[in-house]
């Protein structure tokens, strides 16, 4: 392992990088994009379950206890992997590895306390089933994906993607009380979804993974059969957004544009099949969030023709 790459000196001070601030480090421990992505995720089950009477108000008490929540578990995954950060090039400029913030037991209490105070306030504020949810996407990502499987096991990837489908039931579940059948297909595609999305960026980041000893391809010695594997797993988005019309949960021209984005992110990875290349690798990688993105849009886009009446429900 190169030396720039080694873990920093444990008797360094607790000391914050000049110019930046302890807010912005503390922030950072919370990983905003993902914690926007899973409200986002959260929002799109919500529209879906009831497209016709949708309450603000409950939709805004669920998408700051899910934020809570995410932030928390978020922290603990920083905790916990801090190790295997100070490993990796992607991931050595972190708080904690880079020692701008302590790798002590106060991350880990702030982490549990958003975690935490999110479960209960979805429990207590919309309902039991919704904190539920939300407890299921925690105990995945915190226990099962990161403190288990991650370093262990090829399909950390595959289990934890319950992690990011789990926001759609709680979604679901704030808006109705239960999990429809719509919102269980798309708590489907949201979980079929993660592992193109990981895997390409896993392929393009194959060598530092490696460096870090984590086993985050289906085969980390045969990029060729990985690469294959995501086409694979990205393909399989197109019968799920089939399940997901199947349900009745979406009209037409939702349906047709969920065929259409799961058709390009198998167009965008389909060259990995006979070749992998970072190029390629960046490719599908980078098309997987504005796929998500689009498919949550889509669901609102329904919500609106529902409503509109401009087309059957």
Known sequence: M???????????SDAVRPGR??????????????????CLVAVGGFVLADPRSIDLARLAELVVTGASASAGAAMLNHYLDRDLDARMRRTRRRPIPSERIAPGSLVAALGLAFLGAGIAAATLALNPLTGFSIFLGGLTYVVVYTAWLKRRSSWNIVIGGFAGSAPALAGGAAAVGHWTPGVLAFSLLVFLWTPPHFWSLALLLKDDYARAGLPMLPRMDDPAYSGKVVVVSAALLVPAAVLLGWTGAVTWPVLAALLVLGLLFVAVTAPLWQHVSSRLARRGFVYSGPYLLGVILALCANALFVRSGFVGW
């Open 21 to 38: 601030s302890r807010g912005r480090d503390l922030l950072e421990l919370t990983k905003p994009g993902i914690t926007a992505l899973i």
């Open 2 to 12: 190169p030396s720039s790459d080694a873990a920093p000196d444990q008797g360094r």
